[in-house]
């Protein structure tokens, strides 16, 4: 309960800083160079954004092509860089052996164009949660942002980002680090060790 407060606490400052940046850029008017958090095709990305997240959900594959281009990549989902949509497919297929996603009602979504740059073109950009139930009635719960970038009128990138490390722990396995250093109880043995032996 507490952890749902507090994620709805943070989605809700994020969108305050977003929706003034939103407004500062429209009383300054549309500057070259500088995204713009209004452009003709928004409405219709947006759409076309929470069809394509919906798909996830629903394990609608059909949908997921649709809305995606042939050469979509989606990137940093569970422990890969990227993938492709066969890849994504087939993966969240595999996910959902395990455990059916449930994703929360009250996202925030954001239409944004880059005119320049690396990422230049049109992006949607969503907050959500994400709760996977499991058959033993365990359910894990999680924030998520992705980002969508469009070709056009389709998803043609996505960049998922969420703490996939708070799966694995909710899950009950222990994460180590590669290596624990060795901690030394007495310093001087180590340096008579290396006297003797050079």
């Not at 798909?55 to 995606?68: H, S």
């Not at 954001?110 to 996977?132: C, D, F, M, Q, Y």
């Amino acid at each position: 309960m507490r952890t749902n407060l507090r994620m709805k606490k943070r989605l809700l400052l994020c969108l305050c800083f977003l929706l003034g940046i939103a407004n500062a850029q429209l009383s300054m008017g549309q500057v070259d160079g500088r995204p713009s958090l209004d452009f003709p095709m928004q409405d219709e990305l947006i759409k076309t954004a929470k069809e394509t997240v919906k798909a996830y959900e629903t394990g609608n594959w059909e949908n997921l092509r649709k809305n995606t281009t042939e050469n979509a990549i989606f990137h940093n989902l569970g422990s890969y860089d990227s993938l492709t949509l066969d890849q994504t497919i087939k993966y969240w297929k595999k996910g959902r052996e395990s455990a059916t996603p449930v994703l929360a009602e009250d996202g925030v979504w954001l239409g944004v164009a880059i005119p320049e740059g690396a990422r230049k073109g049109n992006w949607v950009l969503h907050w959500g949660t994400n709760s996977l139930s499991y058959p033993n009635g365990e359910t894990i719960s999680f924030p998520y942002h992705v980002a969508l970038k469009f070709e056009e009128n389709k998803v043609d990138a996505a960049h998922f980002y969420y703490d996939n490390n708070r799966i694995i722990r909710a899950l009950g396995y222990e994460i180590q680090p590669p290596f624990e250093e060795e901690e030394n109880e007495d310093p001087s043995a180590e340096a008579d060790e290396n006297k003797n032996g050079s």
